[in-house]
């Protein structure tokens, strides 16, 4: 319980700070900050278990891969002027790939592709079957990424190979 308190005091200090304060927007109605607050209010009156409980039900109900961050590379400027075959983001955990464009440019085809090599960092997931006890698995994602020029590697253009390590016993 004393997390709980902890955590009930850490949201109480978080939405009094003026950072906070200065992302609200009088011309969005429930913002992004608005969201935040709330999301963190409403976590303040729930049980630990009942709010892992609804998480667990959320996350099945509306999980969607909607968080990619592919739309911002599509907008980056070598990817809109097409001087860029790769936008590569990373460091978010998920390893993704998603081809962004296809065209003729100079009687050759220009294919444009986002990667995000995600992360090598210890990830920590809720478990599925019984969310609401709270176990998490842990393991690490890894992804390669190799981008190679003319006929290097028989004139493709990059390679990608990802992996997972799971966690040693303790």
């Known amino acids: 319980m004393q997390v709980k308190e902890v955590w009930d005091g850490l949201v109480d200090d978080f939405l009094g700070l003026d950072f906070v304060h ?8 429930f913002d992004d900050a608005d969201q935040l607050e709330w999301a963190l209010k409403f976590s303040k009156g729930v049980s630990k278990g009942n709010l892992s409980r609804l998480y667990a039900r959320i ?14 590379a599509a907008a980056e400027g ?4 097409r001087a860029a075959r790769a936008i590569v983001y990373g460091h978010t955990h998920v ?6 464009d296809s065209l003729v440019v100079n009687n050759a085809f220009l294919d444009q ?9 210890p990830y920590h997931q809720l478990s599925r079957i019984h969310p609401e006890q709270e176990q998490f698995v842990k393991f690490q994602l890894m992804t390669y990424l190799a981008f190679f020029k003319d006929d290097e590697r ?11 390590l ?3 016993p303790s």
């Open 78 to 81: 070598p990817c809109k002027s």
């Open 154 to 164: 028989g004139g493709r253009p990059f390679e990608t190979w990802s992996g997972v």
């Open 113 to 121: 592709v986002y990667f995000n090599s995600g992360t090598w960092r």
């Open 59 to 72: 996350a099945e109900k509306f999980a969607t891969r909607d968080s990619s961050y592919y739309p911002q």
């Open 22 to 29: 200065k992302h609200h927007s009088f011309f969005h109605l």
């Open 166 to 168: 799971g966690a040693r």
């Open 95 to 100: 390893y993704e790939m998603v081809p962004l």
